[in-house]
């Protein structure tokens, strides 16, 4: 079975702040692939990254970074220098080797004040 | 593209009443995949769809959902009939998958569903 946990149910900064969002899964899977997405208060879902399980290579874009560690299981996302347009709800997600829908986490809203 | 296009955007329907979503997925994806979004349970696959086949309804929440794919450019999602318990955001997505590589998801706008 799938699992994301995204722990962090609200996180809220002053614009400029740095911020990580924190994402730990669980597969059995040996390949799979991760995701972020980003629902900001219109609700469309809006999609940041994809990562394979056998690239660790972090990622950088921008503002956004990646950090993936197959070790701890996490794929955390931080964004530098926070901006008021950040103010979303994250989503963490895992799709395994079988099934091809994804498993989502319960999200994150990270609210950024100016 | 035009992307994933969903409708309608809004419904407001009374209990009882029978609501049909409707969703249009990008030209070329093979794979389709009906979600529901509530406070409660977040997002949730409801169902999915390979080349138009059902793969996976296993997150149907009971027989009053149904779901279908006509063809390779769209697709319903039907409640008959309505609970307010229903209430939430219907979101479509669709995706083009080979056995080598995942290209992602592409989500419509989602469906706000208000049963009354």
């Known amino acids: 079975a799938q699992k994301v946990t995204q722990a962090q149910t609200e996180i809220s900064v002053v614009e400029k702040e740095d911020v990580t969002l924190d994402c730990v899964y669980e597969?059995?899977?040996?390949?799979?692939?991760l995701f972020w997405y980003k629902q900001p208060p219109s609700g469309e879902l809006v999609f940041l990254i994809r990562?394979?399980?056998?690239?660790?290579q972090n990622e950088i874009s921008g503002r956004y970074s990646w950090n993936f560690q197959k070790s701890t299981s996490s794929f955390n996302f931080t964004i530098t220098a926070s901006q008021v347009v950040d103010s979303a709800v994250y989503f963490c997600?895992?799709?395994?080797?079988?099934?091809?829908?994804?498993?989502f986490g319960s999200g994150t809203r990270l609210q950024v004040q100016p | 593209d035009a992307g994933v296009i969903q409708s309608p955007r809004h419904e407001v329907t009374e209990m009882g009443q029978e609501v049909t979503l409707r969703c249009k997925p990008i030209?070329?994806?093979?794979?389709l995949f009906w979600y529901r979004q509530t406070m409660m349970r977040g997002l949730e696959l409801l169902i999915y769809?390979?080349?138009?086949?059902?793969?996976?309804d296993s997150g149907m929440p009971e027989d009053r959902f149904s779901a279908k794919m006509p063809n390779a450019s769209f697709s319903t999602l039907k409640i008959q009939p309505s609970e307010p318990r229903d209430s939430a955001v219907y979101f479509c997505?669709?995706?083009?998958?080979?056995?080598?590589?995942?290209?992602?998801?592409?989500f419509g706008s989602g469906t706000r569903l208000t049963v009354v």
């Open positions: 597969t059995r899977d040996t390949t799979y692939y």
């Open positions: 769809f390979n080349n138009n086949v059902p793969i996976d």
């Open positions: 030209s070329g994806h093979d794979y």
């Open positions: 997600a895992l799709r395994g080797t079988g099934r091809r829908a994804l498993t």
């Open positions: 997505a669709s995706s083009l998958g080979t056995s080598h590589r995942d290209y992602g998801y592409t």
């Open positions: 990562r394979n399980s056998f690239d660790e």
